[in-house]
């Protein structure tokens, strides 16, 4: 937690929640097998190695593939108000990045298989016990490449 602010779930982002723009996502990568896992990890998923290095990963991508989410998840499950169908996709995180689901801020006609993306972190929601802002994750259409 940093100040006010709390990570949308633990070991999954890093870096200075006060200054959205630093944070990145976080995850382990496995010295025995080389996978990279998103969020950190005590053992890897792929060969059960503990012989994890926790790490920072790339704050770019690109859509490997995508569907568009036309209703909004169920109670309790924070979503935007008011709902407006949306692009999820699978995005290849540069620099051998693990490939991890999330949403795509843009109209979903805009989205595309191989465009390239960018992370962008902000507030979700408001945690009910103690009042943080929560920070999550989504990506936006990478107009600065």
């Known amino acids: 937690m940093s100040g006010d602010r709390m990570a949308f779930r633990d070991g999954f982002l890093s870096g200075d929640l006060a200054k959205l723009g630093d944070v990145r996502l976080a995850g382990s990568r496995c010295r025995a097998c080389g996978i990279a896992l998103f969020g950190r990890r005590l053992r890897c ?42 692009p999820l996709a699978w995005i290849d995180l540069d620099d051998c990045g693990p490939r991890i689901l999330g949403p795509i801020r843009c109209n979903p006609d805009d989205a595309e298989i191989g465009g390239r993306v960018h992370l962008v972190c902000g507030v979700g929601w408001i945690d009910q016990a103690s009042g943080a802002e929560v920070i999550d994750y989504a990506f936006e259409m990478d107009k600065r490449i």
């Open 45 to 86: 998923e792929n060969c059960s190695s503990p012989a994890l290095d926790h790490v920072s990963f790339a704050d770019t991508g690109s859509i490997h593939s995508y569907t568009v989410q036309r209703y909004p998840p169920p109670q309790p499950n924070a979503c935007p108000e008011p709902w407006l169908p949306r």
